[in-house]
């Protein structure tokens, strides 16, 4: 069954104590992305990544970091977590080239105290 | 003026209602128009895909993109109670090869039996 698995589902954890979010797709996908959702506000980008070794900044980066060493894993790292970074976060993934709809995980819900 | 507007609802309808979700844009690169469905708990699922202005017809779900005047409409016919869910318009840009997407802040649906 082609999907994207995210871990954990749920986190609560306190300021500064570093975190990483785990993101895997099983359909080959060059294309990963990482997005935020918040009441008011929408789902909004805050990583990408093209392919292996190839990521860059979405709309809301700060605070995060991000690795593609493997192409089916994208993990999105919170070093120093603050409370501002408590949301509801996807992990997506597509094939390249335009007309690709993308798949999303079922979503990780951080709380930083 | 957003990206992307979309009244948040929420929006309630008996059962066997027709349905009719809006989206209006502002950015004239956007080049294709999606539709996805999040159930509580889970991501967003694509619902509906389309590129060119018109109708787009699956089942119960059309979805209609006007590109002169930037809106796109998502209708349900014969709604079912397990259409209840929030439903996200998005929008893309091309990006590193394959597509960004913008979304909507999403409408709630609740469809009573």
């Known amino acids: 069954e082609a999907q994207v698995t995210q871990n954990p589902r749920y986190l609560i954890t306190v300021t500064g104590k570093k975190l990483t979010v785990t993101c895997s797709q099983n359909m080959n996908h060059e294309y990963m992305s990482w997005y935020r959702q918040d009441p008011g506000l929408g789902l909004r980008q805050i990583y990408y990544s093209m392919n292996v070794e190839v990521t860059d900044k979405g709309d809301v980066p700060e605070g995060y970091k991000v690795s593609r060493k493997e192409k089916r894993n994208f993990p999105l790292i919170l070093e120093s977590p603050s409370p501002n970074q408590t949301s509801l976060y996807f992990c997506?993934?597509?094939?390249?080239?335009?007309?690709?709809?993308?798949?999303f995980g079922d979503g990780t819900r951080l709380s930083i105290l | 003026q957003k990206e992307v507007e979309q009244d948040p609802g929420p929006l309630s309808v008996p059962e066997g209602a027709i349905v009719s979700l809006n989206c209006t844009y502002s950015n004239s690169a956007f080049q294709y128009f999606m539709w996805y469905r999040q159930y509580s708990r889970k991501g967003p699922e694509l619902l509906m895909y389309t590129y060119s202005s018109g109708n787009k017809e699956d089942g119960r779900f059309t979805a209609q993109v006007d590109k002169s005047s930037k809106y796109i409409s998502l209708f349900i016919r014969d709604s079912q109670p397990s259409d209840s869910a929030t439903y996200l318009c998005?929008?893309?840009?091309?990006?590193?090869?394959?597509?960004?997407?913008?979304f909507g802040k999403g409408t709630k649906l609740t469809v009573n039996p």
């Open positions: 998005a929008m893309s840009v091309p990006q590193g090869g394959s597509e960004k997407l913008v």
């Open positions: 997506a993934s597509s094939g390249q080239g335009g007309n690709q709809p993308q798949h």
